[in-house]
């Protein structure tokens, strides 16, 4: 068997740590796991940086020598048998004939010659090259290893890699596990390096923000910049990740309610954040009355409003949810109760995306308007509710109907449409409850104020 020995390995400078493969085609014949695992890897003595140069590997890949004028049908031939790897070159040079070139193949399919399929091999007899394998040695670097396999070499033994994380713009947003934390630093590292559009990362420190809805961060690698620009479905929303709410799984979902609306319909978002389910409602041409408590959420909600050119269709309100439906939807919809009798048709919606608490909030529509008079009342559109929530029962389903009839007094409210949103942890799942709120809740329930939850006290309430 021929062995190809590139000058260009001469000039090689010495490896700190490496492993080199002398290859015979059975030795050759390794899994492309253990071939791609680095031998070495190891962390600067600030124990928070990586060694980049300890993760150089000397490695031997069976090769198919061709003229390079036949490198495009040869990639065709092979493609099932060629190495296939982000930033790696399956097609190398020939250093010693300029006219030719190496197609590498992947060591866990092709053991020896006969390990190749047939159509590898008519291609090899029609094209008349030579009907053999050649040895391949190249160096990997630490550009060529994944995030995993990087942070596994560095991590104890059986400690678990972080596999999975959020990207929100330039952030990456990581849920580390106490046992990791002696290793934040490099992740964030690992992660900025092999994710180029990553600009910074992060790691929640504790749970969300109970007032305002946002989790504490620390920054582990790059950029101290968490004003992110997050496009979605065809919405920009800016914002400051670090003092607003934002969660990229709901993605789907902000789509899903904003397909239920149509041109001129009303949209009221109590919980409404930066802006994710009132900016795409506007941009169908809903007239869209938004409001947040929290001052920053407010100030971006505006601002996305502007970015996304559908200031004139948005209103938007910095108050408590209660506040906002009593002294904006409740004076909206008597408003729009008039339009309607003067023959106007309009639909109405309600979102209610506070999971954690939203339910309860619908009391705030018991005798809403009971002080709308009797021949009003049959014009005035009552609002389809969106409201979501999390639930761990048993019967999920059933638990959020009841729930909703037991806060709203009224146990026969037809067609509750409950969707299931996402899975939040084992035995945990967020809903949306669609349903029309109920004629007799709107216009004849009392209930209790002293039992209603309420949000906290905002700072400066405001109105645009």
């Known amino acids: 068997m021929h062995r190809l020995a590139p000058k260009f390995l001469s000039s090689l400078t010495p490896l700190t740590h490496h492993i080199k493969i002398a290859c015979t085609m059975a030795q050759a014949s390794s899994s492309l796991a253990s071939v791609f695992t680095p031998s070495s890897g190891k962390l600067l003595d600030d124990n928070k940086t990586i060694d980049k140069e300890s993760f150089k590997k000397q490695v031997t890949f069976p090769a198919v020598h061709v ?178 709410y934002w969660n990229s799984r709901l993605s789907t979902e902000h789509v899903r309610i904003a397909s239920k609306l149509g041109a001129d319909d009303i949209l009221y978002d109590m919980f409404a954040g930066v802006g994710p389910f009132a900016i795409p409602a506007a941009k169908r041409k809903c007239t869209v009355v938004a409001n947040d408590l929290n001052p920053e959420s407010y100030k971006w909600l505006t601002h996305n409003a502007k970015l996304n050119k559908v200031q004139n269709r948005v209103r938007t309100c910095n108050m408590d949810a209660r506040q906002f439906v009593v002294d904006v939807v409740k004076d909206d919809l008597i408003a729009v109760g008039k339009k309607c009798r003067d023959g106007n048709k309009f639909n109405t919606h309600i979102v209610m995306n506070l999971p954690s608490i939203a339910i309860e909030f619908l009391d705030v529509f018991c005798n809403l308007l009971k002080d709308v008079p009797v021949d009003l009342r049959p014009y005035i559109p009552l609002p389809i509710m969106h409201c979501h929530c999390f639930s761990k029962a048993e019967d999920m389903r059933q638990d959020v109907i009841d729930r909703i009839k037991e806060v709203l007094h009224h146990k026969d409210i037809d067609n509750i449409m409950v969707h299931d949103v996402r899975d939040v942890a084992p035995n945990k799942e967020m809903f949306c409850a669609t349903f029309r709120l109920p004629h007799d809740v709107a216009f004849a329930i009392d209930v209790k104020d002293e039992s209603s939850p309420t949000e906290p006290d905002s700072k400066k309430q405001r109105y645009e």
Request: aromatic share 8%.
């Open 67 to 244: 003229d390079k004028r036949l490198v495009n049908k040869g990639r065709k031939a092979f493609k099932q048998s060629l190495v296939h790897r982000k930033k790696f070159l399956n097609i190398r040079d020939d250093p010693a004939d300029s006219e030719s070139k190496y197609l590498l193949l992947n060591p866990a399919k092709v053991m020896d010659f006969s390990s190749l399929s047939d159509q590898e091999k008519t291609f090899l007899e029609e094209s008349g090259l030579e009907k053999k394998l050649h040895d391949f040695e190249t160096e990997l670097t630490y550009d060529n290893w994944n995030p995993d396999e990087i942070l596994r070499t560095v991590m104890p033994e059986g400690m678990e890699v972080p596999t999975s994380f959020s990207i929100i713009g330039h952030i990456a947003h990581l849920n580390l596990r106490e046992e990791q934390l002696e290793y934040k630093h490099v992740i964030g590292q690992v992660l900025l390096d092999k994710n180029p559009a990553l600009r910074t990362v992060v790691n929640k420190v504790n749970e969300i923000n109970n007032e305002f809805r946002f989790f504490n961060m620390e920054l582990l690698a790059g950029e101290d910049n968490m004003v992110a620009l997050v496009r979605e479905h065809g919405a920009s929303f800016e914002f400051d990740f670090s003092k607003v």
